[in-house]
Nanobody
């Protein structure tokens, strides 16, 4: 599965962005999909994930209530709607696909396919 992330950019605090992850070569069917971010000097952290089996969404505490992950099967994309953005949301955002078990759905090492990343910058 080849993944292509897009939609990043510069936005003021309180604004919104919508990231999209497009798959080619294979559909997302059967794969869990996660969005991760990495700030300067930080480790890659999970932001949101969508289970392939239960279709349940998982969010980190820092984005819960502000971000929404969704899947568009017709377009073979997975989107991340980000609202009420904060400067601490700044980072490179990556989408990933894999078959993690539920207990590892937020673990980057559980995903085998990664997009190239898209930069999100939130100014204060």
């Amino acid at each position: 599965v080849q993944l292509q992330a897009s939609g990043g950019g510069l936005v003021q605090a309180g604004g919104s962005l919508r990231l999209s992850c497009a798959a080619s070569g294979r559909t997302f069917r059967g794969y869990s999909v996660g969005w991760f971010r990495q700030g300067p000097g930080d480790e890659r952290e999970s932001v949101a994930a969508l289970s392939a089996t239960s279709m349940r969404a998982y969010y980190s505490d820092s984005v819960k209530g502000r971000f929404t992950i969704s899947r568009d099967n017709a377009k073979n994309t997975v989107n991340l709607q980000m609202d009420s953005l904060k400067p601490e949301d700044t980072g490179v955002y990556y989408c990933a696909a894999g078959r993690p078990i539920v207990s590892t759905i937020s673990n980057p090492s559980a995903y085998g396919y990664w997009g190239q990343g898209t930069l999100v910058t939130v100014s204060s």
